[in-house]
């Protein structure tokens, strides 16, 4: 019986974990619109990508984990299709940073787990230590959409939180938990209580202030009388998207936070070096001086 009902929500664990892997795709589309990653970060998929092949490499040495490794399989695939896509259309500083990221977690991270792990231990110790890794890689994912809720809390607006994908994030949260639980696996079992803890924060925030009003209109409307409409609409976007993708990052364990977008970043996004401004520690943007702008004749 156990059994039966661990393989059910392994199943769902499985079909709710492969839509939250497909969450990115509007970005990608965005992305493949524009010919340009735009300041997008491939942190998450890089991250994506070396917890799902961690995961798998766990599931390897328990007995009776197929489900654990098809959902994990899906994940590296999708997740390496979105690196290579990032890859095509990312500037040449961008690939870079990619490149050495893949390298230092996914070839060298991942290479010495699995070396350490087969020479200097043995038969279910060795189990037992690519489970604790994986246990405190997934506290580590699951505490980055932290930074998302405190910035609720402080803006007062759900702007950057989509409760459908915290939704799904929570759901898939607790099929993982209760699968870890019926198999006796809490290395499975124990991160996802803490992820559905995030999740039911997330959605009761966005319940509390999805009604409420903006408190940065006026700043808003300074910042477009010297940057213009559409450069302004680009910038949010981008820092929607950022934030996005922080919140993403915590559905991909049992399948490093984004930074905000900088000053400076803004800055090189809209082309103009003359623009200074401050982002003070509640995230709001205001200029820094008031720049004058001859009127043509």
Known sequence: MMTHLAFVFGLLGNIVSFMVYLAPVPTFYKIYKKKSTEGFQSVPYVVGLFS?????????????????????????????????FFLFYATKNAKMDTMKLLLSMNVVGLGLIILLTQFFAKGSNRAQIV???????????????????????????????PFQLSFFLTLSAVMW??????????????????????????????????????????????????VGDEELKLSEEILKEQIIDVVKLSAMVCSEIIPMVTAHELKNEINLPQLNVIINEDMIIKPKAIIEVPQLS
């Open 52 to 84: 799902a092949m961690l995961w798998i490499y766990y599931a390897f040495l328990k007995p009776d984990t197929t489900l654990l490794i098809t959902i994990n399989s899906v994940g590296c695939f999708i997740q390496t299709f979105y690196i290579c």
């Open 131 to 161: 489970g604790w890794i994986c246990l405190i890689f997934s506290f580590c994912v699951f505490v980055a959409p932290l930074g998302v809720l405190r910035q609720v809390i402080r803006t007062k607006s759900v702007e950057y939180m």
């Open 177 to 226: 938990f209760f699968y870890g639980l019926l198999r006796k696996d809490y290395n499975i079992a124990i991160p996802n209580v803490l992820g559905f803890s995030l999740g039911v924060m997330q959605m009761t925030l966005y319940l509390i202030y999805k009604n409420a009003k903006k408190v940065t209109k006026e700043v808003k409307l300074e910042i477009t009388e010297i």
